[in-house]
Nanobody, 113 residues
Framework: QVQLAESGGGLVQPGGSLTLSCATS????????MGWYRRAPGKQREVVAR???????NYPDSVKGRFTISRDDAAKTAYLQMNNLKPEDTAVYYC???????WGQGTQVTVSS
């Protein structure tokens, strides 16, 4: 059974940084494609970063240059480094395994002074 577990969320001031982790279990192949998504109160879920099987990445303009997704292939763990955080980044952040219905439980990120 595949499981995803996010960690690393918290409260940070504007301009600060956080690193989220997504630990996986039950994945039988290496280099899984994964993504980070977020849902802010009253808004739809949106993608913030994706990393593909070949290691390529993409980001929406709203986070490009501030967020970086990476993956530890041996540990099958994905990370999201978030810099220069803004209040509008406040949301619950989820990781997702590409091509599946597997999602983590989410971790809250709050950007506020």
């Amino acid at each position: 059974q595949v499981q995803l577990a996010e960690s690393g969320g918290g409260l940070v001031q504007p301009g600060g940084s956080l690193t989220l982790s997504c630990a996986t279990s039950g994945i039988m192949y290496s280099r899984p494609g994964m993504g980070w998504y977020r849902r802010a109160p009253g808004k739809q879920r949106e993608v913030v970063a994706r990393i593909f099987i070949n290691g390529s990445t993409n980001y929406p303009d709203s986070v490009k240059g501030r967020f970086t997704i990476s993956r530890d292939d041996a540990a099958k763990t994905a990370y999201l480094q978030m810099n220069n955080l803004k209040p509008e980044d406040t949301a619950v952040y989820y990781c997702h395994l590409h091509g599946t219905l597997n999602w983590g439980q989410g971790t809250q990120v709050t950007v506020s002074s």
